[in-house]
Every structure is written in C-alpha cells, then in structure tokens.
C-alpha cells in the first residue's frame, strides 16, 4: 500500500504485476497506469504513471537507490517529475483463500 504521496495517482493499493529485470513489478490494483519496478538504467526503484504507448519518456516520480530484490520501504524520495512528500511504502500480506470446510463430516455418520 502507498499513501502520503504528493501524486494522488500513486496513492492506493499494489499488486504483483509480474516481472521486470528479475525483480518483481508492482502496479495499483485499479490502475494499471501506476507502475513501480527496478530500473537497471538508474540503478534504482522507480516509480511512474505510464500514459505512453510504448514505455519510451515515462516520467519518473519517485526513487528508490536501494538495490534489493523486492520493492524497499524506506528510502523514497521525489524524482525529477514527481510532487513532495514522497510516499509511504508499507506491505500488506495477501489474504490467502482459506479451503472450504466438508460439512458432511464423519461425525454425523456414526
């Protein structure tokens, strides 16, 4: 989860999005426009809002310079293009699905 950023589009709830320089990708679970991944270029997490058609010129709004496998979350600060406070990164575990319990249970046949 983000919150606190001085992009409102950044705010809100992530999810894995698959892949990208061996390193997960994260996007906002009600827009995928909203984009956080490594880039091996800047050799730092970035974050941006991708309205290009082909990925060229996205401007990044806030980095990262911790070279970890997984998103950090401390250590944001605001990019060339983004608007301050940087965010708030927090991880949320995902709910697992619990397994539907059999209600014919044995008990009742003996």
Same mark, same amino acid.
């Given at each position: 989860?983000?919150?606190?950023?001085?992009?409102?589009?950044?705010?809100?709830? &992530?999810?894995?999005?698959?892949? &990208?320089?061996?390193?997960?990708?994260?996007?906002?679970?009600?827009?995928?426009?909203?984009?956080?991944? &490594?880039?091996?270029?800047?050799?730092?997490?970035?974050?941006?809002?991708?309205?290009? &058609?082909?990925?060229?010129?996205?401007?990044?709004?806030?980095?990262?310079?911790?070279?970890?496998?997984?998103?950090?979350?401390?250590?944001?600060?605001?990019?060339?293009?983004?608007?301050?406070?940087?965010?708030?990164?927090?991880?949320?575990?995902?709910?697992?699905?619990?397994?539907?319990?059999?209600?014919?249970?044995?008990?009742?046949?003996?």
């Amino acid at each position: 989860e983000i919150t606190g950023s001085g992009e409102p589009l950044m705010n809100g709830f &992530w999810e894995f999005s698959g892949s &990208w320089r061996d390193r997960p990708r994260y996007a906002r679970v009600d827009d995928s426009a909203a984009v956080m991944e &490594w880039s091996q270029g800047r050799m730092a997490w970035r974050m941006f809002y991708d309205t290009t &058609w082909l990925g060229r010129g996205r401007t990044t709004l806030f980095e990262n310079p911790t070279n970890s496998l997984t998103v950090p979350l401390e250590g944001w600060v605001v990019a060339e293009g983004g608007m301050a406070p940087a965010p708030e990164v927090r991880m949320i575990p995902q709910a697992v699905p619990m397994p539907e319990s059999d209600e014919s249970s044995s008990e009742d046949e003996a």
